[in-house]
């Protein structure tokens, strides 16, 4: 099955700076890659997804970019503020979707102010 | 209009119990899942059901049965209740299989 990598566990970036969370997967035929983000005490909320035919995607100050080669991928946040405080996870379908999403374990992010 | 609900969204109960956590999905979508999110945050999959068919049955302990009476509903009985088995667990829908998925507001159970 997949397996989903990332990094760093912990980042804390001051406010105004940007910050940049890193994930590798181990499926070759997975093709769709959201970032959640997940305040305390709430569910896990999509903030942007990637499918596998394209390299990079922004939404505003958000933006995530797609290795297919290397098996990576990243989530950019410019110009970052207290409300990003939160932890992201990335995740992984699986070819065929079958195994549903794979997550990663996380990233803290602190925002100093 | 809540998308995806979970009820209940605190459970203690003792080690030993059985006790039952309800979705309920109001968006239309074929596919439910039940992730567990352990003291760590890690969140992984139990159950996957594809319009009321398990589709995904992770290596989760048989004394976790799901049950999805119609596409909309994916509930999760739990018998004989460890201290291990507390966590927050999540309900999550996708109109496609693992594309999307819109998450319940989580059921925290606490075993003591």
């Known amino acids: 099955g997949e397996n989903v990598e990332q990094h760093p566990s912990t980042l804390s970036v001051q406010e105004g700076d940007s910050a940049v969370i890193k994930c590798t997967y181990s499926?070759?035929?997975?093709?769709?890659f959201p970032w959640y983000k997940q305040e305390l005490g709430k569910r896990p909320q999509l903030i942007i997804d990637i499918r596998s035919n394209v390299g990079e995607k922004k939404d505003q100050r958000i933006a995530v970019t797609l290795n297919k080669t290397a098996k990576h991928f990243s989530l950019h946040i410019t110009e970052t503020q207290p409300e990003d405080s939160a932890v992201y996870f990335c995740?992984?379908?699986?070819?065929?979707?079958?195994?549903?999403?794979?997550f990663g374990k996380g990233t803290h992010l602190i925002i100093q102010p | 209009d809540t998308a995806v609900s979970q009820t209940p969204k605190y459970l203690v109960t003792q080690m030993g119990n059985d006790k039952s956590i309800k979705c309920e999905q109001n968006?239309?979508?074929?596919?439910m899942y039940w992730y567990k999110q352990d003291s760590k945050k890690f969140l992984k999959i139990m159950f996957s059901y594809n319009n009321k068919e398990l589709i995904i049955n992770e290596t989760v302990p048989n004394r976790f049965s799901p049950k999805s009476p119609d596409k909309a509903h994916l509930n999760l009985h739990i018998n004989s209740l460890e201290l291990g088995d507390s966590a927050v667990y999540f309900c999550a829908s996708s109109q496609e299989k693992g594309y999307g998925y819109t998450f319940g507001s989580g059921t925290r159970l606490t075993v003591v």
């Open positions: 995740a992984a379908r699986g070819g065929g979707g079958a195994d549903g999403l794979t």
């Open positions: 499926d070759s035929a997975s093709n769709y």
């Open positions: 968006l239309g979508h074929d596919t």
